[in-house]
Each structure stands twice: as structure tokens, then as C-alpha cells.
């Protein structure tokens, strides 16, 4: 049965709600929007660097924090007052708030997930946690107040000792018996204090997670513990009296999940896991992912596939900004997907659609406001209801982009189709899968040129001669250069992967490749 699984972000809910004061029922209706959709699973993420229940494994959200620190004084211990002022009031003022929202709950006595999990087999939705497995939000920043003591005071369980470039060359590595015991605890404790039906480890907050070049020597260390993971897990379906189900996100291609050390395919040939999910890393929907080679890889496991989806669309690496995705561009990820054989279809990074949503912007938020939120704002009520599912589908309006894969084996480069040369009287190929073959309407190739005359290309779809119709003003996402629309025949298309080839008289250069389906 295909459907949704809403992975929500463990600070999403009270940042949108930051400084003000919640009682359990504003907490437990939040839950409600996603009832009675296509969602089945609720993924509900709760820690980054810190937790966010009232955990004692590991340092909370509002460990640490002095609500009654007068205003312009540091009001979290052990931070100096110049890192206050470096984030700026704005910025400040919605971080303390935030903050002082989750200190609240906590002083009031309502937890975030038991009030969760509870609305959501009431609203006959399955509750899930999802631990991310080394989130390094903010690592170049050591006097950040998302850090724990643990990682401030342990340098030495860092998997990138002699550099500070990247956040994840602050990662914790797992070739370390101590970090490995770190997140083991704060999976004990999760199963101990939730009854919930299943446990996600997202190995994506982040996925470089041992010192470099140790990665495929290590990866036994990451099987040994996933299967450490299901044995506890095991143990508590003795208490609860129910099956505890365990999924894990990984890296969308087999070959960089081996290079990175997940033995995926071994995880669910051991029967360890019940849901594996492939995703693309922030930034973009990846497009490309090879669903059919993960279900040959799946075959006989009885491990369900979901393909992840984020709030936002990229054509290729160097694309100068982050376009937030449409309803028409994630319905056509979305049929792609489960056209091709996928279980569930996974949202990654969309967040609620109430007046919440339109909190002010900070810099930190750019992102966010700028994506999922504008989306799910106008859009929410048809997105939880078609995308998990052909049927509810095949039949509206879709976009079909052509983006990248945006995770690479350390020591190789990410490849991008995006920006194509095509040199003059040459033709260049580009394929896209556009799931079922449209029964009625219209169809379009969409290309971005950043160089050339477009009305001088020949261009073809699984062969045929396509017409020139223009120039086209788009809807975000869309390409950073002129956009020109080419018509397709009717029955040019067929189920499945798709063939456009173009050629210029000229040099030319294509930044943007998409088919578009309309009723």
C-alpha cells in the first residue's frame, strides 16, 4: 500500500511558535492537519545536537539556558556576551524565544512527543521517532548554544581532527566506541520512556560520520550497531506488547551508501530493518534516484522502500539560489517515484500550514521561508492528499525537472548533467522518467539557455520533432536564464523514462531540463 511518510523536524514546531505560551491541547491539534491525508507514518525527529524532550541521556534544548538574564545579557551559560551580539537582535529574539517556548513545556510538564504520539493513534496515524545520527548544524561555531558539553570538551571524538572547512569535518566519528555508546544511549532511553511503533535512524543529519578514509573499513562497526538497535528494540516489543518496526535513511545510489559505510542491503538481508528510505541530501529533490536497482536489491526482504523528497529543487551544484518547489514539481517527483515501484514517498523538510508558518524571517530562515513553508502554506491540503498515491496523480498537472545527485563517495566529485554543453551541430541527450504516459492534454520540454538561440535548436522526444513555441514565463522553481517551451506531439510520450535530444546550430549552453504535463 503506497502513502506518506511526514518526517517533522525537531525544532520546526516550536520555532514557529516561539515565545508563546502552549498548553497539551495546542500541542496534541498540531497532529491534526495530518489526518485523514494519504500520511500513514508521522516521523517525529526528536534531537539535532541536543534533544528536545526532557531526555537525561543527553543535554536538552534548554539545558543551560537562564530565563531570567536580563535583556542584552547573555542569557545561556557558558557563552560570551560577543557571541550575543553576533547573531544580531532579530535573530537573538527568536532563538531565545524559541528556546524559552521549549523551556516552558518542560516547566509545565507537557512533553512534546508523549503528547504527540498519543494524538496520533488517535487520529489513526502510526507514530514513529526518527534519531538523527550526527546532526552538525553550526560546527564552525563552537560557542553556538545547539552544542552539547559532550562534543565542546571532546575534540578528540571528532572525525576531522586537523581541519575546521566544513561543518561535518566536526562530526562525530563512529569509528569510536564512545560516540557509538552516545547514541545508543538516547536510542535506550527513547524506547524506554515512548511507546511508539517505530524508530528511524537518519543516517542524512549527516552522512559523513568517519574520518576519512576509514569509511569502508569501519562500516562493519555501523552494521554491528543497527543490529544492536533491533536487538533492544526486540526486547521492547516484548513489553509493549507490539511490533517495533526500524527504518533507516540513507544515500539515494548503492554505491556511495557502500563508499560512506552503509551496508544497507546487508541491514535488510539480515533483517534488521522494515523500511529503508534513499534520499538526496538539503538543497534538492533528486530526480535520478535508481529506484529499480534498490528493489532488485530489496527482492526477497520484505524491507519497504520510500523515496525522500525535500522542500527544495536544483538543476545542479553551482545553481545560484535555492528554489522552493512547487506543487506541480513535487507531484511529478512524487509519480515518478512511485510509477517506478517505490512504497512510500517521504517528506523531508516541509513544515505546517497554519499562521505559524509565516513567522519572521531571520537569516537562519531564509531557507525555510523561502520553501516548504510558502508550499505547504498554499498548497498542504492537496499535497498530503496526492502525493502518496498514483491515483490521485496521474491525472493533475506535474512538472518533471531534471536535477542531480548531491551526495558523492569521499575523493569523487559530484556529477551533474546541468549546465550541458552542446557544441555547435552536435546532439545532446537528456532523459527523464515522467511515470505513466499522459491519456489527454498537453506536454512540453521547458529548457533553460544560458547560452544560444533556442529557436534555432532541433529538438526531438523519443525521436519525434518537437515545435518551437517560445519564450515562457515560469512559476518558481524555475532556470536563472530564459526559459523556452517546445511542444511534444500527442503520444510522443510513454510510461516511464523519456528521451529528449536537442541539437544547435551553434554553440550552445542548457541549464534547465524539464518536461511539463498538463491536463
Known amino acids: 500500500m503506497s502513502g506518506l511518510i511526514f518526517n517533522q523536524d525537531c525544532d520546526a514546531f516550536l520555532m514557529s511558535r516561539a515565545g508563546e505560551r502552549l498548553d497539551a491541547k495546542a500541542v496534541a491539534t498540531w497532529v491534526d492537519q495530518y489526518a485523514r491525508t494519504q500520511v500513514r507514518e508521522m516521523f517525529l525527529n526528536v534531537n539535532a545536537r541536543r534533544a528536545s524532550f526532557p531526555s537525561k541521556s543527553w543535554e536538552t534544548y534548554w539545558d543551560g539556558y537562564l530565563p531570567n538574564a536580563a535583556e542584552g545579557e547573555p542569557w545561556f551559560e557558558g557563552r560570551p556576551k560577543e557571541w550575543f551580539e553576533r547573531l544580531g537582535k532579530d535573530w537573538e529574539r527568536q532563538l531565545r524565544a524559541m528556546i524559552h517556548t521549549a523551556w516552558r513545556l518542560h516547566h509545565d510538564g507537557i512533553d512534546l512527543y508523549a503528547v504527540w504520539i498519543e494524538r496520533c493513534r488517535q487520529r489513526g496515524l502510526s507514530p514513529w521517532l526518527s534519531v538523527r545520527m550526527n546532526d552538525v548544524h553550526y560546527t564552525l561555531d563552537p560557542d553556538h548554544i545547539f552544542h552539547t558539553e559532550f562534543w565542546r570538551k571532546r575534540p578528540d571524538l571528532r572525525r576531522v581532527p586537523y581541519r575546521s572547512k566544513w561543518w561535518e569535518d566536526h562530526a562525530f566519528d563512529y569509528g569510536k566506541a564512545e560516540v557509538r555508546e552516545h547514541f545508543l544511549a538516547l536510542i535506550r532511553e527513547l524506547a524506554e520512556r515512548y511507546d511508539f511503533d517505530g524508530l528511524e535512524l537518519d543516517w542524512m543529519r549527516h552522512q559523513l560520520n568517519f574520518r576519512p578514509g576509514r569509511e569502508r573499513e569501519d562500516a562493519p562497526l555501523l552494521t554491528a550497531f543497527v543490529a544492536e538497535v533491533r536487538r533492544h528494540l526486540n526486547e521492547w516489543e516484548q513489553n509493549r506488547g507490539h511490533k517495533i518496526r526500524l527504518a533507516t535513511r540513507v544515500p539515494s545510489q548503492p554505491t556511495v551508501c557502500a563508499a560512506l559505510g552503509f551496508e544497507a542491503t546487508q541491514w535488510a538481508r539480515q533483517g534488521l530493518l522494515d523500511v529503508l528510505v534513499i534520499s538526496g541530501t538539503f538543497g534538492t529533490i533528486e530526480s535520478t534516484m535508481p529506484i529499480e536497482l534498490w528493489r532488485e536489491l530489496l527482492d526477497g526482504t520484505g524491507v519497504a522502500l520510500a523515496a525522500g523528497l525535500e522542500c527544495s529543487l536544483m ?43 509565516a513567522t519572521k524571517s531571520t537569516p537562519e530562515k531564509k531557507f525555510h521561508e523561502a520553501g516548504a513553508r510558502q508550499l505547504l502554506r498554499d498548497d498542504q491540503d492537496a499535497l498530503l492528499r496526492e502525493l502518496g498515491d498514483v491515483s490521485t496523480l496521474r491525472d493533475k498537472s506535474r512538472r518533471h525537472v531534471l536535477t542531480y545527485t548531491n551526495i558523492a563517495a569521499p575523493g569523487e566529485a559530484i556529477v551533474a548533467r546541468l549546465p550541458a554543453r552542446v557544441p555547435a551541430g552536435n546532439w545532446e541527450s537528456f532523459g527523464l522518467h515522467t511515470g505513466p504516459a499522459p491519456s489527454s492534454g498537453s506536454a512540453h520540454v521547458i529548457l533553460g539557455v544560458l547560452d544560444g538561440d533556442a529557436a534555432s535548436f532541433a529538438l526531438r522526444v523519443n525521436g519525434t520533432p518537437s515545435s518551437f513555441d517560445g519564450i515562457v514565463t515560469l512559476a518558481e522553481p524555475k532556470p536563472d536564464c530564459p526559459a523556452y517551451r517546445f511542444g511534444i506531439p500527442r503520444s510522443t510520450l510513454h510510461r516511464g523514462f523519456n528521451l529528449i535530444e536537442v541539437m544547435s546550430p551553434r554553440d550552445a549552453v542548457i541549464g534547465w531540463v524539464e518536461i511539463a504535463i498538463r491536463p
Open 315 to 357: 538543476p545542479y551544484p553551482s545553481f545560484p539560489r535555492y528554489p522552493s518547489n512547487s506543487l506541480e514539481t513535487v507531484r511529478g517527483a512524487a509519480l515518478s517515484f512511485l510509477d517506478r515501484g517505490v512504497d512510500r514517498i517521504y517528506l523531508f523538510n516541509f513544515f505546517d500550514n497554519d499562521k505559524h508558518a
